[in-house]
């Protein structure tokens, strides 16, 4: 099993529309969660922090659920610019390195 | 504010020959990071450094050297160059602790190895 694992989709959807992405990871111990944003060619970007109560950040809202450990990023009213790759990434969990793994990413294509 | 700096954008390099592909930060972050990325997969960590004088291996170092002899600088060498090296290389740097630090990028070298 991957230590983080994600649907690649693509996930291709209207203007306008609410998508939701979901993701694994393997290690109970993880503590940090995370949801980056990646352009074509370009550097990963962070999009928000994860917490436990969940959290929201405008069109934006991350969920976790440690006892079934995904953690979910829905997005709303989706815009044109929201076309990128979704990556979702999880800290290894005890020590103090802040050593990530990252999802293989969901590409999300919003269509006019 | 530069934020993570690497060097250089793009290279291509014959199999065998080395380069040192480096990365500088000046946010005064303790934790670095070398990552690859291939073609449709996430990133993949090389090696990290927790500070100065200190590395350690990632998921993915064969191949690979780091050094650390500066809280700025984290240099990732390739000493003899393979295909499978081929890849889009990303460093990062955060503050310390485990907790909610997210990584700041670099805008990547992308590398190939003919």
């Known amino acids: 099993r991957k230590e983080v694992e994600q649907d690649p989709g693509p996930f291709n959807v209207p203007e306008g529309a609410t998508v939701a992405f979901n993701c694994t990871y393997s290690n109970s111990a993880s503590q940090s969660f995370f949801w980056y944003r990646q352009d074509c060619r370009k550097e990963p970007k962070l999009l928000m922090s994860v917490y436990s109560s969940g959290n929201e950040d405008g069109r934006f809202t991350a969920q976790l659920n440690r006892a079934s450990q995904y953690i979910s990023l829905l997005i709303r009213d989706s815009k044109l610019s929201d076309s990128a790759t979704y990556l979702c990434v999880v800290n290894m969990g005890s020590g103090n390195t802040g050593k990530l793994i990252f999802g293989q990413g969901t590409t999300l294509q919003v269509k006019p | 504010n530069a934020g993570v700096t690497q060097t250089p954008k793009f290279r291509i390099l014959k199999i065998g020959q080395s380069m040192t592909l480096q990365c500088t930060q000046d946010m005064n972050h303790n934790y670095m990071y070398w990552y690859r990325q291939d073609p449709g997969m996430g990133l993949k960590l090389i090696y990290y450094?927790?500070?100065?004088?200190?590395?350690d291996k990632g998921e993915v170092p064969n191949g690979y050297n780091v050094s650390r002899s500066t809280t700025e600088d984290f240099p990732l060498r390739l000493e003899l160059a393979a295909p499978s090296q081929t890849s889009v290389y990303f460093c990062?740097?955060?503050?310390?602790?485990?907790?909610?630090?997210?990584?700041?990028f670099g805008d990547g070298t992308r590398l190939s190895i003919l």
């Open positions: 450094s927790v500070g100065a004088g200190i590395t």
């Open positions: 990062a740097s955060s503050l310390p602790g485990q907790i909610n630090q997210p990584q700041h």
